[in-house]
């Protein structure tokens, strides 16, 4: 019981980061100059916020969907560089720890699981 706890907390820290990519594109105003980036931070934000709420109401069921939390964050983080040529530093800062912090959710996610299916 408490371990799926920590996973439906873990599998939260991805709904925000799933509205942080959601925005990220207003609020370090690159949506102008970058159109292509923002819709497709728009919709992997959306993306990551409804896969982590629907593994926060089930986080015992929630191990398959962790490999997609997985690629989609690794996706943030080259987004960048495949949708757009020549990103500045803060499109760059701002996907690639978005992208980094939902990775490491993800594992951690998983790793507890795993954890918990041993025993």
């Known amino acids: 019981m408490l371990q799926t706890r920590g996973v439906a907390a873990v599998e939260e820290l ?10 990220s594109a207003w609020t370090v105003h690159f949506a102008a100059a970058r159109p292509e980036l ?7 934000g959306i993306a990551l916020a409804g896969l ?5 109401m ?6 398959d969907l962790n490999f997609v939390v ?4 690794a996706w943030l983080i080259v987004a960048p560089w495949v949708v757009s040529r020549h990103p ?5 800062l701002s996907n690639v720890i978005t992208g980094a912090c939902v990775c490491l959710f993800s ?6 699981l795993m954890t918990k299916r041993r025993t």
Do not use: K
Request: overall charge negative; some cysteine.
């Open 70 to 73: 997985l690629l989609l964050g």
């Open 88 to 92: 500045d530093t803060g499109t760059v």
């Open 52 to 56: 982590g709420l629907c593994m926060s």
């Open 14 to 23: 991805v709904i925000l980061a799933g509205l942080w990519a959601a925005i």
């Open 107 to 112: 594992l951690t996610a998983g790793g507890i």
């Open 58 to 63: 089930a986080p015992e069921r929630s191990q």
């Open 38 to 44: 923002a819709i497709t931070n728009l919709v992997v």
